[in-house]
C-alpha cells in the first residue's frame, strides 16, 4: 500500500493521483482496479483523454442510446464502464475527477448513492462557491438549468467509487452520437443536448478549477500526491477488469437487432 500514516488533523489519507491526457478507457481500468483491490482511498484527476470516446454505463445498451451507423462509420471507441450511470462522450475538453473511498472515510457518508451524491455535491459547493448558480441536481452538477458534470458510482461491501467527467469544453458535432436518452432527468425538459449542457470554461480557468478541487479534498482528507510509477510498484496483482472496449462485431449486432 501507498498509505502507511495516519494524515494531519486526523484527516484520512487520500493519494492523489494527477494525469494529463491518459486515455479513458486505461483511466477506467485503473480506477476498477483500486476499488476492486487497494484499500487506500484515491483522488484520480486526468486532464483530458487522448482521443474521443463514448462511455456508457454498465448496463447500457448502444441500440438505445447510440446513433450507431456515426459511431461505425467514424470509427469512435466505445467503452462500457464498470459503474452505473449515463453515456458520454468525452475528449480533450473533458476533465475526469474520482473519488475512491473506504466506506468510512468521511464522517456521516453513507456507502449509498444518495449519501455519496449529497456530500459531493457539499465537495463542489466549495469549488464553485460565488461562481453562477451552481446545484446539485437530481445526480448532476448543474449551473442553473444546464448540466456541466455528470457522475457515476459504484459500491461495494466496504469501498465506494464516485466518478465525474466535467464539461470544460464540448465539439458539438460530437453530440450527434447520442441519442435522446429514453430516461433523462426531469428538468432536461426535453431539451437536446447542446440546449442541455453548458461549457465549465465560461466560469473559471481549467487549472483553477483542478487546483479548487484539491484544496476543496484537502478539508476531508491528507493528500499525498503519488504518481503511476508508484501505483505500478504497489499494486502488482493481477485483475480482470469488466470495463471493456466494445467490439464492432457487437456494435453491428446491437445495430441490427
Not at 46 to 62: L, R
Request: proline share 5%; hydrophobic share 35%; aromatic share 8%.
Amino acid at each position: 500500500m501507498i498509505q502507511q500514516q495516519a494524515g494531519k488533523m486526523g484527516h484520512p489519507l487520500m493519494n492523489l493521483l494527477r494525469l494529463n491526457g491518459t486515455p479513458i478507457l486505461q483511466q477506467l481500468q485503473l480506477e476498477e482496479k483500486l476499488l476492486r483491490t487497494s484499500s487506500d482511498n484515491w483522488c484520480i484527476i486526468n486532464d483530458g483523454t487522448d482521443t474521443p470516446a463514448i462511455v456508457m454505463g454498465v448496463s447500457g445498451k448502444p441500440s438505445e442510446l447510440l446513433e450507431i451507423g456515426p459511431v461505425l462509420r467514424d470509427r469512435v471507441p466505445v467503452i462500457r464502464r464498470f459503474t452505473g450511470g449515463g453515456t458520454v462522450i468525452v475528449d480533450c475538453g473533458t476533465v475526469f475527477i474520482t473519488l475512491i473511498c473506504n466506506k468510512d472515510a468521511v464522517p456521516d457518508v453513507q456507502p449509498y448513492p444518495r449519501s455519496i451524491m449529497s456530500w459531493s455535491g457539499l465537495l463542489y459547493n466549495e469549488v464553485f462557491r460565488g461562481l453562477g448558480d451552481f446545484k446539485l441536481r437530481e445526480n448532476d452538477y448543474v449551473f442553473g438549468d444546464r448540466k456541466f458534470g455528470g457522475n457515476a458510482q459504484s459500491i461495494t461491501k466496504s469501498r465506494w467509487i464516485h466518478h465525474t467527467s466535467f464539461l470544460w469544453d464540448y465539439a458539438v458535432g460530437n453530440m450527434a452520437y447520442l441519442k435522446q436518452p429514453a430516461r433523462a432527468p426531469q428538468y432536461r425538459s426535453g431539451r437536446d443536448h447542446t440546449e442541455f449542457i453548458c461549457p465549465l470554461k465560461e466560469y473559471l480557468p481549467r487549472s483553477v478549477f483542478i487546483d479548487k478541487t484539491v484544496e476543496s479534498i484537502e478539508t476531508y482528507f491528507s493528500v499525498n500526491p503519488t504518481n503511476m510509477e508508484a501505483i505500478d510498484e504497489s499494486q502488482g496483482v493481477e485483475f480482470v477488469h469488466s470495463t471493456t472496449l466494445l467490439t464492432r462485431q457487437e456494435l453491428e449486432e446491437a445495430s441490427a437487432s
